[in-house]
């Protein structure tokens, strides 16, 4: 009872019972228009068939008059189905015809009768007696009268359209009923596929929420909506999986490389303590414990960055922003640190603005920190070293690319130096926070675009593609 | 300086108000949004420092509020919140300046300074002077003792920034803000590179230094 309750109280049942309704009431409405319709017509058919009687029988009386009339009704009414035929006096004295008896009053009008009356049919009351006959007939009629003050009736039985009447009745109940019981047993079987199917959704979802978060919705062959809906429901579940494991992987990070600075700090100012220090050795420890605390700050601030960025994207974050501006605006900051460090910083840009839809300060700093890299390990290098900064249309994308001649990075560890902390060996003595390329890279994650790595032989070569519009970007 | 903090960790709230005292400024705490909505509108200081979360009313909405009511008193938004928006929404809200925790004090120290400084009549000279040194925003010129110095266009920038805000502690971050107009942690040491630049140019065959660094906060023009 509690499961039919369950399914009455579904979606697809009372979708049902909506239809079910509206069809019931235009089914009502289409039996009753056609059954008045075809009445109607039964009834001037009917009509129609008096008339040519009451012609008939108007010849017969203009040739012979009211003998021949009487012999003329008398045969026509002998005949088996007759229509009805009646002579009566003033009185309303039936003298010929097959009418045994009248409803009353019928007789006191003139021509067409308003509406159907009943009547009893020579010799019908004694078979009414045996019991043979049960009910009264009905019939329409045409009354007029003669010169001679003789009423004539005739008429016709409207047995035929009240039959047909009848039997529309019963079949609008019986079609009723039939659509009733066929729209309880759709509504039954469809809520009830659609109330399991739910049920094990809800099931699957609560096994996740109890924390079983590598489950998933389950999805039948069917590919309906039901399916499309496990679908996407399961990719934001694959997507929150992967945000989560992206915060689990920053903590992990944080808690590990956050670590060694820290202890380092600490063992600074423990170690200053020590012993009988300087003033000066104070001060120097101290400045030094600040320069480390600012690069931790740094380091969080980026970690904190990369995060946000990952979480997705905003267009809020967004406008028309102009690449070449931003090369310009990159090389003219790093142009000087460029000289100090013996590399030449060189830009090639095409004419005019290269518009596309971003952010400028984070595609600034995702520059930034390539360019800074790029600077930092080609300084070492030997011959004339060089950094490029290239921008140009390719396609459906931009590029911008940064060119160093410095050591390069071996192919296997290319995809490496976009994880976060991560940095390469022989690196390690550089100065940096090792998320200077995990953030260009959620830079360009967010902007639906990627980041390249390639061979400059020497040296290195990325790039920075983006999407040249902003509808191939990814939400 | 007067200076109203309004902030819910008493620790940090602690810290700011001996710093900045050390500093030779004084610092009301007030430790909710509420009682630091009625501090700052009932009394008279230079410079609001408000903490965005905070028990009982949000720091924005503090800020809007007294914008709305005229108050001018420069206001600074300290955030535990990402980057990003988290800036734009915060100056929309009628927030002078914003800065991320955890921040250095002496980034805090040297924001609130130049900040208070803002609302004085600086905007409107056309001539900066710093002893000899003389920049003329007008016709773009710089002068010392009486030389006139070429300058780049960006280092011009950088120069008027300097001057504008003589006497005060400009951080690297500021200067890559007002400066370049980008608001990121600059890496390493390019701003550094870029300033000695600008002291070749103005300081080469002079005998007087203009400008100087501060360690471990960035830099100051002064006499």
Same mark, same amino acid.
């Given at each position: 009872?509690?499961?039919?309750?369950?399914?009455?109280?579904?979606?697809?049942?009372?979708?049902?019972?909506?239809?079910?309704?509206?069809?019931?009431?235009?089914?009502?409405?289409?039996?009753?228009?056609?059954?008045?319709?075809?009445?109607?017509?039964?009834?001037? &058919?009917?009509?129609?068939?008096?008339?040519?009687?009451?012609?008939?029988?108007?010849?017969?009386?203009?040739?012979?008059?009211?003998?021949?009339?009487?012999?003329?009704?008398?045969?026509?009414?002998?005949?088996?189905?007759?229509?009805?035929?009646?002579?009566?006096?003033?009185?309303? @004295?039936?003298?010929?015809?097959?009418?045994?008896?009248?409803?009353?009053?019928?007789?006191?009008?003139?021509?067409?009768?308003?509406?159907?009356?009943?009547?009893?049919?020579?010799?019908?009351?004694?078979?009414?007696?045996?019991?043979? /006959?049960?009910?009264?007939?009905?019939?329409?009629?045409?009354?007029?009268?003669?010169?001679?003050?003789?009423?004539?009736?005739?008429?016709?039985?409207?047995?035929?359209?009240?039959?047909?009447?009848?039997?529309?009745?019963?079949?609008?109940?019986?079609?009723?009923?039939?659509?009733?019981?066929?729209?309880?047993?759709?509504?039954?079987?469809?809520?009830?596929?659609?109330?399991?199917?739910?049920? @094990?959704?809800?099931?699957?979802?609560?096994?996740?929420?109890?924390?079983?978060?590598?489950?998933?919705?389950?999805?039948?062959?069917?590919?309906?909506?039901?399916?499309?809906?496990?679908?996407?429901?399961?990719?934001?579940?694959?997507?929150?999986?992967?945000?989560?494991?992206?915060?689990?992987?920053?903590?992990?990070?944080?808690?590990?490389?956050?670590?060694?600075?820290?202890? @380092?700090?600490?063992?600074?100012?423990?170690?200053?303590?020590?012993?009988?220090?300087?003033?000066?050795?104070?001060?120097?420890?101290?400045?030094?414990?600040?320069?480390?605390?600012?690069?931790?700050?740094?380091?969080?601030?980026?970690?904190?960055?990369?995060?946000?960025?990952?979480?997705?994207?905003?267009?809020?974050?967004?406008?028309?922003?102009?690449?070449?501006?931003?090369?310009?605006?990159?090389?003219?900051?790093?142009?000087?640190?460029?000289?100090?460090?013996?590399?030449?910083?060189?830009?090639?840009?095409?004419?005019?603005? /290269?518009?596309?839809?971003?952010?400028?300060?984070?595609?600034? &700093?995702?520059?930034?920190?390539? /360019?800074?890299?790029?600077?930092?390990?080609?300084?070492?290098?030997?011959?004339?070293?060089?950094?490029?900064?290239?921008?140009?249309?390719?396609?459906?994308?931009?590029?911008?690319?940064?060119?160093?001649?410095?050591?390069?990075?071996?192919?296997?560890?290319?995809?490496?130096?976009?994880?976060?902390?991560?940095?390469?060996?022989?690196?390690?003595?550089?100065?940096?926070?090792?998320?200077?390329?995990?953030?260009?890279?959620?830079?360009?994650?967010?902007?639906?675009?990627?980041?390249?790595?390639?061979?400059?032989?020497?040296?290195?070569?990325?790039?920075?593609?983006?999407?040249?519009?902003?509808?191939?970007?990814?939400? | 300086?007067?200076?109203?903090?309004?902030?819910?960790?008493?620790?940090?709230?602690?810290?700011?108000?001996?710093?900045?005292?050390?500093?030779?400024?004084?610092?009301?705490?007030?430790?909710?949004?509420?009682?630091?909505?009625?501090?700052?509108?009932?009394?008279?200081?230079?410079?609001?420092?408000?903490?965005?979360?905070?028990?009982?009313?949000?720091?924005?909405?503090?800020?809007?509020?007294?914008?709305?009511?005229?108050?001018?008193?420069?206001?600074?938004?300290?955030?535990?919140?990402?980057?990003?928006?988290?800036?734009?929404?915060?100056?929309?809200?009628?927030?002078?300046?914003?800065?991320?925790?955890?921040?250095?004090?002496?980034?805090?120290?040297?924001?609130?300074?130049?900040?208070?400084?803002?609302?004085?009549?600086?905007?409107?000279?056309?001539?900066?002077?710093?002893?000899?040194?003389?920049?003329?925003?007008?016709?773009?010129?710089?002068?010392?003792?009486?030389?006139?110095?070429?300058?780049?266009?960006?280092?011009?920038?950088?120069?008027?920034?300097?001057?504008?805000?003589?006497?005060?502690?400009?951080?690297?971050?500021?200067?890559?803000?007002?400066?370049?107009?980008?608001?990121?942690?600059?890496?390493?040491?390019?701003?550094?590179?870029?300033?000695?630049?600008?002291?070749?140019?103005?300081?080469?065959?002079?005998?007087?230094?203009?400008?100087?660094?501060?360690?471990?906060?960035?830099?100051?023009?002064?006499?």
């Amino acid at each position: 009872m509690a499961r039919l309750l369950a399914i009455l109280n579904t979606t697809a049942a009372r979708l049902s019972a909506l239809y079910l309704l509206l069809f019931a009431v235009c089914a009502t409405f289409l039996v009753i228009y056609m059954t008045s319709l075809s009445a109607n017509m039964l009834v001037s &058919q009917t009509r129609d068939a008096i008339n040519e009687e009451v012609r008939g029988l108007d010849r017969a009386y203009q040739r012979g008059g009211l003998p021949v009339l009487v012999r003329v009704m008398e045969a026509r009414a002998r005949q088996p189905g007759a229509n009805l035929y009646m002579l009566a006096d003033i009185n309303g @004295r039936i003298l010929s015809g097959n009418v045994e008896s009248l409803q009353p009053g019928i007789l006191d009008i003139t021509g067409w009768t308003e509406r159907p009356f009943t009547y009893t049919r020579y010799g019908e009351s004694e078979q009414r007696l045996n019991g043979r /006959v049960e009910e009264k007939h009905e019939a329409m009629a045409v009354v007029f009268r003669l010169p001679s003050q003789f009423i004539v009736l005739v008429g016709r039985d409207l047995g035929e359209p009240e039959k047909f009447r009848r039997v529309m009745q019963r079949a609008l109940v019986v079609t009723l009923a039939i659509m009733s019981l066929g729209a309880f047993l759709i509504w039954y079987f469809v809520g009830r596929r659609a109330l399991k199917r739910i049920d @094990r959704v809800s099931a699957a979802s609560r096994r996740i929420m109890a924390g079983d978060l590598t489950g998933r919705l389950p999805i039948s062959s069917a590919g309906d909506e039901f399916d499309r809906l496990s679908d996407n429901l399961n990719k934001m579940l694959d997507r929150i999986a992967a945000l989560n494991e992206g915060l689990r992987q920053v903590s992990d990070n944080i808690a590990h490389d956050l670590k060694t600075p820290l202890t @380092r700090l600490r063992n600074r100012a423990e170690a200053a303590l020590a012993g009988k220090p300087k003033t000066d050795d104070y001060r120097e420890a101290l400045e030094r414990t600040i320069a480390e605390s600012d690069q931790l700050i740094r380091t969080f601030n980026a970690i904190l960055m990369i995060s946000r960025l990952e979480a997705g994207y905003s267009a809020e974050l967004t406008t028309a922003v102009d690449l070449r501006a931003i090369v310009d605006d990159v090389e003219e900051l790093y142009e000087p640190l460029a000289e100090e460090e013996g590399v030449t910083l060189t830009a090639s840009k095409p004419e005019g603005a /290269v518009e596309f839809q971003g952010n400028r300060e984070l595609v600034g &700093q995702a520059l930034s920190n390539i /360019v800074d890299n790029a600077i930092k390990y080609s300084s070492g290098s030997g011959d004339a070293p060089r950094v490029e900064l290239v921008l140009e249309r390719s396609g459906d994308e931009i590029r911008l690319t940064v060119r160093d001649n410095g050591p390069g990075v071996p192919e296997a560890d290319r995809d490496r130096v976009t994880e976060r902390f991560v940095r390469l060996e022989e690196s390690r003595t550089q100065p940096g926070s090792g998320l200077g390329l995990s953030l260009a890279k959620a830079v360009m994650t967010f902007h639906g675009g990627r980041l390249e790595f390639a061979d400059n032989n020497p040296g290195l070569a990325v790039a920075m593609v983006f999407p040249a519009s902003p509808a191939s970007r990814k939400s | 300086m007067k200076i109203l903090v309004i902030e819910d960790d008493r620790e940090a709230a602690d810290y700011l108000k001996n710093a900045f005292a050390e500093a030779g400024h004084t610092a009301d705490i007030a430790r909710d949004g509420d009682s630091g909505f009625a501090l700052a509108d009932s009394g008279s200081y230079d410079v609001y420092i408000v903490d965005r979360m905070l028990p009982r009313r949000d720091g924005l909405s503090i800020i809007t509020e007294l914008r709305e009511g005229g108050n001018k008193t420069p206001a600074l938004i300290l955030s535990a919140l990402g980057e990003v928006d988290d800036r734009v929404t915060g100056l929309r809200a009628g927030g002078d300046d914003y800065l991320t925790k955890p921040y250095a004090f002496s980034e805090l120290l040297a924001r609130v300074e130049v900040l208070e400084r803002r609302s004085g009549a600086k905007e409107v000279e056309t001539v900066y002077r710093v002893a000899d040194l003389e920049l003329d925003r007008l016709s773009h010129t710089v002068r010392r003792a009486g030389r006139e110095i070429v300058l780049q266009p960006r280092e011009f920038r950088l120069l008027e920034y300097m001057m504008r805000h003589a006497g005060q502690v400009v951080t690297r971050t500021m200067l890559l803000e007002n400066v370049w107009d980008y608001h990121f942690d600059p890496q390493t040491n390019v701003i550094d590179v870029h300033i000695s630049r600008l002291r070749g140019k103005i300081e080469k065959g002079f005998d007087k230094p203009l400008l100087h660094t501060v360690r471990g906060a960035g830099y100051m023009l002064k006499d």
